[in-house]
């Protein structure tokens, strides 16, 4: 009856409120980190100053999460 789809739908409601919190949070962490991860680790995965844009970074981690338990490729050499 429709009182128990209005129950129903005031129930999904609260969970797709509480997904997009969660998500926002996510957010907010994954910008911080993105401000204070190392140079060094940029690199790693293929990341500089020239091609740093979220659009590349974003990309670069997609590449990454989906290589993930392959070999890792090599890595360019730092000079001294």
């Known amino acids: 009856d429709r009182f128990h789809l209005r129950e129903d739908a005031a129930t999904v ?3 797709l409120r509480a ?8 957010a907010e962490r994954l910008e911080w980190v993105m401000r204070n991860i190392s140079g060094a680790e940029w690199r790693r995965f293929g990341i500089y100053s020239a091609n740093c844009d979220r ?7 997609d590449a990454a999460r989906q ?6 490729p090599e890595q360019p050499k730092e000079e001294a």
């Open 13 to 15: 409601i609260a969970e």
């Open 19 to 26: 997904a997009l919190v969660a998500a926002e949070k996510d």
């Open 55 to 61: 659009v590349f970074i974003d990309d670069a981690i």
């Open 67 to 72: 290589d993930e338990g392959k070999s890792a």
